[in-house]
């Protein structure tokens, strides 16, 4: 078959190119730079691959559920970040909230009861009302009993004094010592007993509790700042749980768990770790540089 001049010329400039090449090559071959440059990149490759083969700990391919059938045993002293962790969250959960003490709201409370018997006065002093109108005009002002009221209006002006100065005292008292939302009730124990014990009548006494256990409300207020602080504080105290070299972290027969894998993860002990393989290669790699 006779071939056209195109192939025939296609021909020759593929011999001429390859004739090029591996005169190229030949040269190339004996540079004593390039040979030096190979033959450093094939002990810098074996060598890295002799010390990442022999130095690489044992990996494990597990799954969530599986059940190990031998103990694994930790291949190098670290740190159980899982349970060090876990630590430091009970020991900040077990700081107590920390509260200061509004004085303002013991001030409004003693205002609030001020007013409320400044209002008891002028009523009082509505002589063209009745009893029961003048008691009817309180009640649209206060949450108290009609007894109270009825005793606060026929009581005298020394009486009603007297009953104004105990109430603003034990409840100053009271709130001072500092009332938690939680504490109400331990705080109205503790205002019938101060007016239990207090020389008055029981009428007086019964008035007085009734004006107290209106007004009282929590003065402590959450401060989340020093609570903060304190859990840190708390964290910080706690000691890493050390894991020693060859010590036991799942033993036989154990159902693994996604928190058993993070502690394996963690010590680089996962097969399909592919970010502690790599890690591990680079600093074989720069050592062997």
């Known amino acids: 078959m006779k071939r056209n001049a195109?192939?025939?010329?296609?021909?020759?400039?593929?011999?001429?190119i390859n004739k090029s090449l591996k005169k190229s090559c030949e040269t190339l071959l004996q540079?004593?730079?390039?040979?030096?440059v190979v033959l450093g990149l094939f002990f810098f490759f074996a060598l890295t691959s002799i010390i990442?083969?022999?130095?690489?700990?044992?990996?494990?391919?597990?799954?969530?559920?599986?059940?190990?059938?031998?103990?694994?045993r930790a291949t190098k002293d670290g740190i159980n970040t899982i349970a060090t962790e876990k630590l430091r969250q009970a020991a900040a959960d077990a700081v107590p909230k920390k509260y200061t003490i509004d004085h303002n709201i013991t001030v409004q409370i003693k205002n609030e009861i001020t007013k409320m018997f400044e209002d008891i006065r002028e009523v009082r002093a509505k002589d063209y009302l009745s009893n029961r109108e003048k008691i009817d005009d309180?009640?649209?002002?206060?949450?108290?009993?009609?007894?109270?009221?009825?005793?606060?209006?026929?009581?005298?002006?020394?009486?009603?004094?007297?009953?104004?100065?105990?109430?603003?005292?034990?409840?100053e008292e009271v709130m001072e010592d500092g009332v938690k939302e939680e504490s109400i009730d331990r705080a109205k124990t503790y205002i019938i007993d101060q007016f239990r014990n207090m020389k008055i009548s029981r009428e007086a006494r019964s008035v007085a509790q009734d004006i107290a256990f209106s007004v009282i409300r929590p003065n402590m207020v959450y401060d989340r700042e020093a609570t903060e602080v304190q859990q840190r504080e708390a964290m910080a105290s706690i000691?890493?749980?050390?894991?020693?070299?060859?010590?036991?972290?799942?033993?036989?027969?154990?159902?693994?768990?996604?928190?058993?894998k993070e502690l394996l993860k963690d010590l680089g002990m996962l097969a399909d770790d592919i970010g502690a393989n790599l890690s591990l290669l680079s600093g074989i790699m720069l050592l062997v540089i």
């Open 239 to 260: 000691e890493p749980v050390k894991i020693a070299k060859n010590q036991v972290l799942i033993e036989k027969g154990t159902t693994i768990t996604k928190e058993h």
């Open 31 to 36: 540079n004593q730079k390039f040979r030096k």
């Open 52 to 72: 990442y083969i022999n130095v690489i700990p044992q990996r494990y391919n597990l799954k969530i559920g599986q059940v190990v059938q031998e103990d694994i």
């Open 6 to 16: 195109s192939e025939i010329r296609g021909d020759c400039v593929a011999i001429g």
């Open 138 to 171: 309180l009640k649209k002002l206060y949450p108290l009993s009609d007894e109270t009221f009825a005793t606060v209006i026929t009581m005298d002006n020394t009486g009603l004094t007297e009953l104004e100065t105990i109430t603003k005292a034990v409840m």
